[in-house]
């Protein structure tokens, strides 16, 4: 069974940055894409960010330049560096791992842009 446990959420004021880290139980980690995601209240979850197994990255167009997403696959994490944030980018955010046929999630972490 995989488990995935982010971190590093938290209050920001608008224009500040964070980071969230989620590591994962598995060795299959190194062979797996891995991707960001965030839910709103009232809104449905939505793809934030996405690293295959080999690198490749993508982003939502409104988090473009803005956010970077990275792996260390000798630690099995994934990082989202998140800078200029705005209030729009409060969301619980999760991180995904996709193993061939399977998807596994974690908890979630709550990130609130606020002045």
């Known amino acids: 069974q995989v488990q995935l446990v982010e971190s590093g959420g938290g209050l920001v004021q608008p224009g500040g940055s964070l980071r969230l880290s989620c590591a994962a139980s598995?060795?299959?980690?190194?062979?797996?894409?891995m991707a960001w995601y965030r839910q709103s209240p009232g809104n449905q979850r939505e793809l934030v960010a996405t690293?295959?197994?080999?690198?490749?990255?993508n982003y939502a167009d409104s988090v473009k330049g803005r956010f970077t997403i990275s792996r260390d696959n000798t630690k099995n994490t994934v990082y989202l560096q998140m800078n200029s944030l705005k209030p729009e980018d409060t969301a619980v955010y999760y991180c995904?791992?996709?193993?061939?046929?399977?998807?596994?999630w974690g908890q979630g972490t709550q990130v609130t842009v606020s002045s």
């Open positions: 995904k791992l996709s193993a061939w046929t399977s998807d596994y």
């Open positions: 598995a060795s299959i980690f190194r062979f797996s894409d």
């Open positions: 690293i295959s197994s080999g690198g490749t990255t």
